[in-house]
């Protein structure tokens, strides 16, 4: 299941818009799966501000926090 959920996140990052290549390391990001712990969506807050929705919102979700370097 692990593997399957990184490769679905490496598949979203490849399908993000051409007019977001100047995307930067992400801030905040969340992951929301439906009741059978299947990924449905995901919601990224890049350094730069931009943010990205792909999938649907559930109420079942993780967060990951990346790390901005400040310069």
């Known amino acids: 299941m692990k ?3 990184i490769g679905v ?3 979203i990052m490849f399908a993000v ?3 977001a290549n100047l995307l930067d390391t992400f ?3 969340y ?5 059978n712990g299947q ?3 995901q919601f990224t807050v890049y350094c730069n501000g931009f943010e990205v929705m792909d999938g649907s919102y559930t109420s079942n979700f993780t ?3 990346g790390n ?4």
């Open 63 to 65: 967060v990951s926090y």
């Open 9 to 11: 996140a490496a598949a």
């Open 3 to 5: 593997k399957a959920l």
């Open 39 to 41: 990924f449905v969506g």
């Open 17 to 19: 818009p051409a007019s």
């Open 31 to 35: 992951n929301y799966f439906d009741n």
């Open 27 to 29: 801030h905040i990001q």
């Open 68 to 71: 901005c370097n400040a310069q």
